[in-house]
């Protein structure tokens, strides 16, 4: 079957697989995006004939040409996601829907063939399923799957390419800082911006993060753990962090986070924090939140705490904002009681121990 929105999988299991004793050592301490499944998936893509040949395959090399479109025009795009182990045994992945969705939307944006959602999922069950053993069993440990998909087609010219290839990849991890859950310290970059509007930045494509690698340099040559930017136009609002969205919690309980302007990344945990809080009475503003009032709101009281979220880092308190003209911590630099509240009903929630009503995780074993 090619072409439509059921395509039929062909599982050609890895025959030369990590030896047990070998992945258990690996699961120990796999960091975060350094150890690596046995096997991928990869469908492939063609003009006028749709997506067709999905498989789950060893993991391997891929061979690209030189003159391959993604090399030179950078059509690509990516997501990312974590399949975890849950309470009672079982794996499921959270929200894998909204992932299909942005996937959808950043192919839409970089002129690319839209995966269908049936499909999308589809992978992600296939490679949770033949990779299970992969989970690691600590508290912070997840399997992370890394859908992504790339220009394959080979000419040189500025237009959209007529051939693509999808792929899922997937690393188990643990916690995304290496010193676990404790207040991150950022960096107001005063040169850099992340994307302006009319740009890429709702878009999750690599670009987006190349263009973002010099400030996050300069951020840790700061002795900070990540950049957050200002807007393009003003340079006075916050847009976001490198590669998290961010919340400020008030001294009335309430939220205040940046809108979805199209400069920002629509953050899945960002609509999950919103939807949580909301749940709890708490109000939630999407609105613009200027450096002055972080800075003088952190001053005298009236912001409370501030934190960044993600995927892979899930909530992860602010402590100390830094700039080459000021320097502040929040509250008392540490992590807040909203902060960690919200953190935790979202992993419980994530990892089976709390109800879900939302209706976000999904069950694939």
């Known amino acids: 079957?090619?072409?439509?929105?059921?395509?039929?999988?062909?599982?050609?299991?890895?025959?030369?697989?990590?030896?047990?004793?070998?992945?258990?050592?690996?699961?120990?301490?796999?960091?975060?995006?350094?150890?690596?499944?046995?096997?991928?998936?990869?469908?492939?893509?063609?003009?006028?004939?749709?997506?067709?040949?999905?498989?789950?395959?060893?993991?391997?090399?891929?061979?690209?040409?030189?003159?391959?479109?993604?090399?030179?025009?950078?059509?690509?795009?990516?997501?990312?996601?974590?399949?975890?182990?849950?309470?009672?045994?079982?794996?499921?992945?959270?929200?894998?829907?909204a992932n299909a969705a942005r996937?959808?939307?950043?192919?839409?944006?970089?002129?690319?063939?839209?995966?269908?959602?049936?499909?999308?999922?589809?992978s992600l069950r296939e490679i949770i399923r033949i990779d299970r053993s992969w989970i690691p069993q600590s508290d912070e440990g997840s399997l992370y799957l890394r859908p992504f998909?790339?220009?394959?087609?080979?000419f040189l010219g500025v237009r959209p390419s007529r051939e693509y290839l999808y792929l899922v990849i997937a690393s188990p991890v643990g916690a995304y800082f290496s010193g676990g859950v404790k207040p991150v310290s950022v960096w107001v970059s005063p040169d850099f911006t992340r994307a302006a509007p009319g740009g890429t930045g709702a878009a999750k494509c690599g670009g987006n993060y190349a263009a973002g690698l010099s400030a996050q340099a300069e951020a840790i040559e700061n002795g900070c753990d990540q950049v957050v930017y200002l807007d393009a136009v003003e340079r006075k609002n916050i847009d976001e962090l490198g590669g998290m969205n961010v919340?400020?919690?008030?001294?009335?309980?309430?939220?205040?986070?940046?809108?979805?302007?199209?400069?920002?990344?629509?953050?899945?945990?960002?609509?999950?924090?919103?939807?949580?809080?909301?749940?709890?009475?708490?109000?939630?503003?999407?609105?613009?939140?200027?450096m002055d009032e972080w800075r003088e709101g952190a001053a005298s009281g009236r912001i409370r705490e501030a934190f960044a979220c993600g995927t892979a880092a899930v909530i992860t308190p602010i402590g100390t904002v830094k700039s080459p003209d000021f320097e502040f911590t929040v509250a008392d630099g540490g992590s807040g009681e909203v902060t960690m509240g919200l953190r935790k009903e979202l992993v419980d929630i994530q990892r089976g121990r709390a109800a879900d009503p939302f209706g976000w995780v999904h069950r694939v074993l």
């Open 247 to 290: 919340f400020f919690v008030l001294d009335d309980g309430s939220l205040a986070t940046p809108p979805l302007t199209g400069t920002i990344l629509p953050g899945i945990t960002r609509d999950s924090v919103i939807q949580l809080a909301q749940r709890a009475g708490r109000r939630v503003a999407e609105r613009p939140v200027s």
């Open 103 to 122: 996937f959808a939307q950043s192919a839409q944006r970089m002129a690319m063939p839209a995966l269908p959602t049936a499909t999308f999922l589809q």
């Open 1 to 97: 079957m090619s072409g439509g929105d059921n395509l039929d999988f062909e599982i050609r299991p890895n025959q030369a697989p990590v030896a047990v004793a070998e992945r258990d050592a690996l699961l120990v301490n796999p960091g975060f995006g350094r150890v690596f499944t046995d096997h991928m998936v990869t469908v492939r893509y063609a003009e006028g004939k749709g997506w067709y040949d999905a498989r789950v395959e060893a993991r391997a090399s891929i061979s690209i040409d030189p003159a391959s479109a993604v090399l030179h025009y950078a059509q690509e795009i990516f997501e990312g996601l974590k399949a975890y182990k849950m309470a009672d045994g079982g794996v499921a992945m959270f929200r894998p829907d």
């Open 149 to 154: 998909a790339y220009a394959s087609e080979v």
